[in-house]
């Protein structure tokens, strides 16, 4: 079991920028192939996947809607996995959540997410 502790959320105006942290324990990243995600939720609607990285960093994808402003990325060697957002829109307010992958290749369902942070609130202005 790993466990995901997500920072790094707030209050930013339109066109600012965010960045994600999500630093996990129990299973680290050097001992367990492991792909990552970020998910989001905002009120009165599903989980979406954000972006999603594969365990060694080298192959991600990204939901249309952040496709050239959002960048995921990992340091294995600190058990940390991040989420650049510039751009910030007010249609990305939402819950922020970090997920650990249950294989090695990243993935978008939720259901191949075996451990999830408690979230992390963004807030984009107008």
């Known amino acids: 079991q790993v466990q995901l502790v997500e920072s790094g959320g707030g209050l930013v105006q339109a066109g600012g920028s965010l960045r994600l942290s999500c630093a996990a324990s129990?299973?680290?990243?050097?001992?367990?192939?492991?792909?990552m995600g970020w998910f989001r939720q905002a009120p009165g609607k599903e989980r979406e996947i954000v972006a999603a990285?594969?365990?060694?960093?080298?192959?991600?994808y990204y939901a249309d809607s952040v496709k050239g402003r959002f960048t995921i990325s990992r340091d294995n060697a600190k058990n940390t996995v991040y989420l650049q957002m510039n751009s910030l829109k007010p249609e990305d307010t939402a819950v922020y959540y970090c997920?650990?992958?249950?294989?090695?290749?990243?993935?978008?369902?939720?259901?191949?997410?075996?451990?999830w942070g408690q979230g992390t609130q963004v807030t984009v202005s107008s």
């Open positions: 990285i594969n365990w060694n960093g080298g192959s991600t």
């Open positions: 129990g299973r680290t990243f050097s001992n367990y192939a492991m792909g």
């Open positions: 997920a650990a992958g249950r294989r090695a290749d990243w993935a978008i369902s939720p259901r191949d997410f075996g451990s």
